[in-house]
């Protein structure tokens, strides 16, 4: 899905705990090879269609899971969530002097030696020309947060680049250039995009050229992407020869070619799934657990929800567990929060909404929505009848909605499920995205965090569309100065303190209702090595490690 946002920076002893599991163990390599392998030549299996190979018109989290192949960021992220250099030698940090004491200077040293896929020098000047193409107006991007207060960048040498901001903002270095970015943007090549006023329509977007471990070398739409091993990598040539990405969107088949063989590894598998596959001879389950929640987000605006109780009604009458047994097996992680149990920025004490229609039906008794006949609140002649938004083609979120369906008419509370391809419920304000237009009441949706708990463009006042994200058009000038205290200071216990109020005032004005952090199941031929799924942006850090 799209919307790959802001951000979480991940306590990492307690994540340790999480996903010590996953590590290969020594014995990865005795493992006999299956006689449907090939050796050198992975198969993979996903399920989306990518818009885009360019990460930074990217509008869906699959087109940077394809970038992790071909592509350069200034900074990764690994599987335990540490920050990891890649094409800047060192992450900038106070203790390394990469960062001035008044947070406004940020120096990035570059990696010497590294060339493009084509063979040209990468330098600093392909890193302020990237920065100028996600400022560049004709370009789509995703996002400028954080990329727009760059007061300066100067190309100090090959291998230096200053940036200055107009005022210190504590997650620059987790969201410039980086993969563990709300929209994490790869670093593009000047000499191969200058020649263009914009990239729209550049033949980078389907054929792209990077500095990555693979390259690109055919495209078929809807069918497949085939990568070959780049001889140059710094890293050094990575295990695999080739890798064929095939896309198939239908889970079933996807399944039946992971039970014939025909796929080595198959991404994102429905618990349900999963769940028909473990066992399977050569075929093994890896369960990680990801900075992805599902939410219902709700329209503040609409004339049946700007009551904040009749929001706390409708939290109190969804069952979060019931839900996550009967839509997942019970697999993900009930949440209270958008941050994470497991980051150190999840405050505790929140305000809770166990499962309880008797507080609900009280709730909207006292609003002024009384039952009909019918068993339909209304009020003032209005029927209590939300539009209930999600994306079509998604099993899982119809599921889901159906039941949300059920228990909110146990209390009086009506909703018609609207189902939307995701390119039109998440699209931009001009192509008429239902999000951005606030052609909804409720929508079960999904977003997935970064490496810094900053989501102030989903929430502050000044971001509500055109300006940002905040479809939910929740305006509390409390929550913006709590944002904008933890945005400013670099100093981690501030900035909990801050993160702190801010989930308060979510969980009590509820524009958004968590309901639980997701749990990546990947199938995965047992001959498959090194496959350390990452917990931010995306699962797929170490592709140059992988071998069969």
Not at 336 to 346: E, G, I, L, T, Y
Not at 359 to 370: V, Y
Not at 373 to 398: E, M, P, Q, Y
Request: overall charge neutral; glycine content about 6%; hydrophobic content about 40%.
């Amino acid at each position: 899905m799209p919307r790959f946002f802001a951000i979480v920076l991940l306590a990492v002893a307690t994540m340790s705990l999480c996903v010590s599991c996953t590590r290969s163990s020594p014995q990865a390599s005795l493992r006999r090879t299956q006689s449907w392998t090939i050796p050198g030549v992975l198969r993979i299996g996903v399920r989306q269609e990518p818009d885009t190979l360019n990460p930074l018109l990217a509008q869906q989290e699959i087109d940077v899971d394809i970038s992790m192949f071909w592509a350069g960021y200034l900074i990764g992220i690994d599987d335990r969530n540490h920050p990891l250099p890649e094409l800047a030698v060192a992450v900038p940090s106070l203790e390394n002097g990469g960062i001035s004491k008044d947070g406004r200077t940020i120096v990035y040293r570059l990696r010497h030696g590294v060339r493009w896929h084509d063979g040209a020098p990468f330098t600093a000047d392909d890193v302020i020309f990237t920065w100028r193409a996600v400022m560049n107006a004709d370009n789509p991007v995703p996002s400028r947060v954080g990329y727009e207060l760059i007061q300066s960048i100067e190309r100090r040498s090959d291998d230096t680049v200053i940036v200055r901001l107009r005022r210190p903002y504590a997650p620059f270095v987790s969201i410039f250039l980086s993969v563990s970015a709300s929209y994490p943007y790869c670093v593009l090549p000047k000499h191969m995009l200058a020649r263009y006023h914009d990239v729209n329509h550049a033949a980078f977007n389907t054929m792209p050229l990077g500095t990555g471990p693979y390259r690109v070398v055919r495209y078929e739409p809807h069918n497949l992407i085939r990568f070959e091993a780049n001889a140059g990598y710094w890293r050094g040539r990575p295990r695999l020869k080739q890798i064929d990405m095939r896309i198939v969107p239908n889970d079933n088949t996807l399944a039946t070619l992971m039970r014939t063989h025909e796929l080595d590894l198959y991404f994102r598998v429905p618990h349900i799934v999963a769940k028909t596959l473990r066992g399977r001879e050569g075929v093994t389950i890896v369960s990680s657990p990801f900075t992805r929640y599902v939410d219902i987000g709700f329209n503040t605006r609409s004339d049946l929800l700007s009551d904040v109780r009749v929001r706390r009604a409708i939290a109190l009458a969804t069952d979060k567990r019931a839900l996550n047994v009967k839509v997942a097996l019970g697999a993900d992680i009930i949440t209270d929060s958008d941050q994470p149990r497991f980051s150190w920025a999840h405050a505790d004490n929140l305000p809770q909404y166990a499962y309880d229609p008797r507080r609900a039906t009280a709730l909207l008794e006292a609003a002024g929505w009384h039952l009909g006949a019918d068993g339909v609140r209304r009020k003032g002649g209005s029927a209590l009848r939300l539009n209930l938004a999600g994306a079509s083609g998604d099993s899982v979120s119809i599921q889901a909605r159906e039941l949300l369906q059920a228990q909110w008419r146990q209390v009086g509370v009506d909703s018609d499920i609207k189902s939307y391809p995701s390119n039109i419920l998440f699209a931009s304000l001009p192509d008429g995205g239902v999000e951005m237009t606030g052609h909804y009441d409720a929508v079960l949706e999904s977003f997935a965090n970064g490496a810094d708990p900053d989501e102030s463009v989903l929430f502050e006042c000044r971001w509500q569309p055109p300006a940002g994200e905040n479809v939910y058009r929740f305006c509390d000038r409390a929550l913006d100065q709590a944002e904008e205290a933890a945005l400013r200071s670099n100093v981690e216990a501030t900035r909990k303190a801050a993160y702190a109020q801010v989930q308060n005032i979510l969980a009590s004005e509820l524009p958004i209702l968590p309901l639980w952090f997701e749990r990546y199941d990947f199938a995965v031929n047992s001959n498959l090595r090194n496959f350390v799924p990452a917990h931010v942006a995306s699962p797929f850090w170490n592709t140059w490690m992988w071998q069969i």
